[in-house]
């Protein structure tokens, strides 16, 4: 009987422990938005001028907003960035990768194809659509970019390591 009794005071206390921290989880934010000079909120709003010279968001925050947001915004987002900047490798990469998950794999293609073209040369380009052709199967046109890619950086393990992956296939 007292072992049952322990087992409820444990849990009533965990319970109470959960439930006061989830107080002061919730708490913290809001206590976050006021100040001891100016105890209520404020909003002030930035001036159009502000906004249209704000070019650059930070990217761990953009990565943030674009994943509650969802895949369709974070490709239209990316799309966008790349109309806008063809040779931006991190915005092919991100979209690629985008594509991949979305088992579009050609369209994932013809985005590295465009930006080969944009930023001909780059290790990571080549890299990049040699895994998407050994996804699809087409190991010989992958290892021939692997190839390519190691031959602007000899020692590369990622690029070496995906061409061993590759050949084993």
């Known amino acids: ?12 206390r965990f319970f109470h422990l959960n439930s006061l921290l989830f107080l002061v989880l919730a708490i913290l934010p809001v206590g976050g938005c006021a100040s001891l000079d100016n105890p209520s909120l404020s909003v002030t709003e930035s001036s159009s001028l502000d906004l249209r010279n704000a070019n650059e968001i930070d990217p761990a925050m953009r990565e943030r907003i674009l994943r509650a947001v969802g895949p369709d ?66 190991h010989d046109a992958a290892q021939v970019l692997y190839r390519q890619a190691l031959e602007l950086e000899p020692g590369n393990r990622m690029v070496q390591h995906n061409l061993d992956l590759s050949l084993a296939f």
């Open 1 to 12: 009987m007292s072992s049952h009794v322990n087992i409820v005071l444990r849990s009533f």
């Open 73 to 138: 915004a974070q490709e239209r987002a990316l799309r966008d960035e790349l109309q806008q900047h063809p040779d931006n490798v991190d915005a092919a990469i991100g979209l690629t990768n985008a594509l991949v998950e979305q088992r579009r794999p050609h369209e994932a293609l013809q985005v590295l194809d465009r930006l080969l073209v944009a930023a001909p040369g780059s290790l990571r380009v080549l890299n990049a659509k040699a895994v998407i052709l050994d996804l699809e199967g087409r």
